[in-house]
C-alpha cells in the first residue's frame, strides 16, 4: 500500500545533472512507497526557451495556488549557454523570476551527518541562514565622480524638490551609490522569519549596524523589532528568543554558538555569510535552501546548481558521484509540508523516515565522492559510491 497525498506537490524539474538525479530520487526512493501527486512544470532550459520563459511565471502562480513546490537546480542562462543551446533570449535566472512573484524569503540550512565535522568544531546544530533578498546594493545607482563636482542626493514629489543633501564635495576623483529598501519588503522578510523560526523551533539573531547607519540600518531594525512583537507571545510560549545585536557582533556570536539559530541577515551580510556558514558545514550537496512567502507558500530546492562538470561526465558515459542529498530533503521538505497542510501524518513521517535514512546511510560510512574528505568516524572507513548506488544504499535503509 503506498501513502497517499491529497493535494499534488507542484513539481519544478531543472537542468542537466540535477535533472538526471531527479529522475533517479523519484524512481528509488519515492515512487515506490507514495502515491506520487504532482502538477509538473518542466523549468529545464529547453522548455524555458519554447515557451518564451512562461513556464516558470505558470509554475511560480501553481506555487501560490497549492502552497508547497519542489524545485530542481537551474541553468541561469549567460552568453556561453545561449550558444550551447540556441536560445532566442538571455531568459532570466528562474529563481528570481519565482521569488518577484511569490516575494519571499530564502532560508538556507546545512544537513548535518555523524562523522561529517563542521570546520568550527563546536557547531553542533545547523546554523539557519535567512537573508533579505530584495534591494540595498543589489539594486544600487552609482556613479564615478570627478575632482570639483559636488553630489547630492534630492527627493521630489510631482517634480518639486522636498530635500536635498549633501553626499560629498569632491576636491579629487571618486565614486558614490545611493541605494534603497521598502519597508513593505522590510516587514515582509521579517514575517517570514518569525514564522520560520515558530516553524523550526528556533531563536532569531538578527543584526545590522545602525550606529553607523542611524536613519537606513536604524529604520530597518525598527521594523524587524517591531513585527517581533506580534510574535513575541508565541515565542515566549515555546521559549525561544529574538535578539537584535551589531553586525560584528552577532558575526562573533555566531562562530562561538554552537549553532540552531536562525540568522536573520541583510541582504550584503546574508550574500557574504551564507557562502562562508555553507562552507564552514562542510559541503555544497549538503545545502537546502527553501522560499518562504509571507503568505505562507513555501518552495524546496537544493542550494547548488545544476552541476555542469559532473553532466558533462555523465554524459561521455560516466558513471558519476554527484551528491543528491540536498535534492533528496528538497522533497521531503515539500512532502512533509504537505503532510502537515493536508492533516495526513503518513506522508509527514516517511518524510522524516527517508531523511533518516539519507542520514544514517552516511554516518554508516557509504556516501559520494565530495564527502569523503570530510569523514571522519572512529572505526569507519569511508566508501565511495556512486549516485545511484547512493540512492539504492538509502532505499535499502529505508
Ligand atoms: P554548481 O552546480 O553548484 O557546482 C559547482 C561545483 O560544486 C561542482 O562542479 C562540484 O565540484 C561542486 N558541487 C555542487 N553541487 C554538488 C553536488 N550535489 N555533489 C557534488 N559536488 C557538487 O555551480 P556552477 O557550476 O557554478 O553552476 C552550474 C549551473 O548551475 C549554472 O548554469 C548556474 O546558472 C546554475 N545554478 C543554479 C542554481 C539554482 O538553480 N538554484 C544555483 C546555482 C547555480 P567538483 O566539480 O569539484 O566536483
Ligand atoms: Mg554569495
Known amino acids: 500500500m503506498k501513502i497517499e497525498m491529497r493535494t499534488p506537490l507542484v513539481e519544478m524539474d531543472g537542468d542537466e545533472m540535477t535533472r538526471v538525479l531527479w ?39 501553481a506555487a501560490k495556488r497549492y502552497g508547497v513546490a519542489v ?14 543551446y540556441s536560445l532566442k533570449r538571455l531568459w532570466k535566472s528562474p529563481n528570481g523570476t519565482i521569488r518577484r512573484i511569490l516575494d519571499g524569503t530564502v ?7 555523524e562523522g561529517i565535522r563542521p570546520y568550527i568544531p563546536t557547531w553542533k546544530k545547523p546554523i539557519v541562514l535567512a537573508r533579505h533578498a530584495y534591494g540595498d546594493v543589489y539594486s544600487a ?30 576636491d579629487g576623483a571618486g565614486m558614490v551609490q545611493a541605494m534603497h529598501n521598502t519597508e513593505r519588503s522590510v516587514r ?16 532569531v539573531m538578527f543584526a545590522a549596524k545602525d550606529t553607523v547607519s542611524k536613519v ?10 517591531g513585527v517581533f512583537e506580534e510574535y513575541r507571545a508565541a515565542f515566549e510560549e515555546r521559549g525561544l528568543t529574538f535578539l537584535y545585536t551589531l ?10 554558538s554552537e549553532g540552531g539559530i536562525l540568522w536573520a541577515c541583510k541582504n550584503y551580510d546574508g550574500d557574504v555569510m551564507s557562502d562562508m556558514v555553507a562552507t564552514a558545514y562542510g559541503s555544497l550537496g549538503m545545502m537546502t535552501s527553501v522560499l518562504v512567502s509571507p503568505d505562507g507558500v513555501y518552495e524546496y530546492e537544493a542550494a547548488h546548481g545544476t552541476v555542469t562538470r559532473h553532466y558533462r561526465k555523465y554524459l561521455a558515459g560516466e558513471e558519476t558521484s554527484t551528491n543528491p542529498v540536498a535534492t533528496i530533503f528538497a522533497w521531503t521538505g515539500a512532502l512533509a509540508k504537505r503532510g502537515e ?37 572512529e572505526g569507519v572507513q569511508p566508501v565511495k559510491l556512486e549516485s545511484r548506488e547512493f540512492l539504492r544504499a538509502v532505499a535499502e535503509r529505508l
Open 216 to 225: 537606513y540600518d536604524g529604520r530597518f531594525k525598527e521594523i524587524v523589532c
Open 141 to 170: 545607482v552609482e556613479a564615478l565622480a570627478g575632482e570639483g563636482e559636488e553630489v547630492y542626493l534630492v527627493s521630489e514629489r510631482e517634480g518639486k524638490e522636498t530635500s536635498r543633501l549633501l553626499v560629498h564635495g569632491f
Open 71 to 84: 524545485k530542481c537546480a537551474t541553468i541561469t542562462p549567460n552568453e556561453e549557454r545561449r550558444k550551447e
Open 23 to 61: 529522475g533517479w530520487i523519484k524512481e528509488i526512493l519515492i515512487a515506490p512507497y507514495v502515491a506520487l501527486k504532482t502538477e509538473y512544470y518542466d523549468l529545464g532550459l529547453v522548455r524555458r526557451d519554447e515557451t518564451e520563459d512562461a513556464v516558470t511565471e505558470q509554475s511560480a502562480l
Open 247 to 256: 553586525i560584528d557582533d552577532a558575526v562573533a556570536r555566531m562562530v562561538r
Open 341 to 377: 497542510l493536508d492533516g495526513l501524518p503518513a506522508l509527514t513521517a516517511f518524510a522524516k523516515r527517508l531523511e533518516r535514512a539519507t542520514i544514517s546511510v552516511i554516518g554508516e560510512g557509504r556516501m559520494t565522492g565530495d564527502l569523503i574528505p570530510l569523514f571522519r568516524r
Open 188 to 203: 515582509s522578510f521579517a514575517h517570514a522569519c518569525m514564522r520560520y523560526a515558530l516553524d523550526e523551533g528556533l531563536p
Open 107 to 113: 532560508f538556507r540550512a546545512p544537513i548535518l551527518c
